[in-house]
């Protein structure tokens, strides 16, 4: 089981940037995938970015396509993202989290997963 802290959130304007940042425990790092969804109230926990463990493959739900970058360090257990161009629409509770499999991440409903971190609050102001 991986256990994940996010941080890194905060409130922004329309426009801006965050970047936010996930440390990751319980497995070898480098051997796993790694993936940031987000949860807005009143709709269901969305896929945003995936990355494989030896960084040579993203993947971009359309929402982050081309504002958005995942990227990691292995040895510092982190995964990040990189959030540019921000919209109020981008508002919600950030997570990141784990699979073996990296089509796990991109394909499996966020509601399947295990467990999940406690997230990072980005609000982004219009």
């Known amino acids: 089981q991986v256990q994940t802290v996010e941080s890194g959130g905060g409130l922004v304007q329309a426009g801006g940037s965050l970047r936010l940042s996930c440390v990751a425990s319980g497995r070898p790092f480098s051997s796993i995938h790694m993936g940031w969804f987000r949860h807005a109230p009143g709709t269901q926990r969305e896929f945003i970015a995936a990355?494989?463990?030896?960084?040579?493959?993203?993947y971009y739900a359309d929402s982050g396509k081309g504002r958005f970058t995942i990227s990691r360090d292995n040895a510092k257990n982190t995964v990040y993202l990189q959030m540019n161009s921000l919209k109020p629409e981008d508002t919600a509770v950030y997570y990141c989290?784990?699979?073996?499999?990296?089509?796990?991440?991109?394909?499996?409903?966020?509601?399947?997963?295990?467990?999940w971190g406690q997230g990072t609050q980005v609000t982004v102001s219009s």
């Open positions: 990355i494989r463990w030896n960084s040579i493959m993203t």
């Open positions: 989290n784990a699979a073996s499999r990296f089509d796990t991440l991109t394909t499996r409903n966020p509601m399947d997963f295990g467990s």
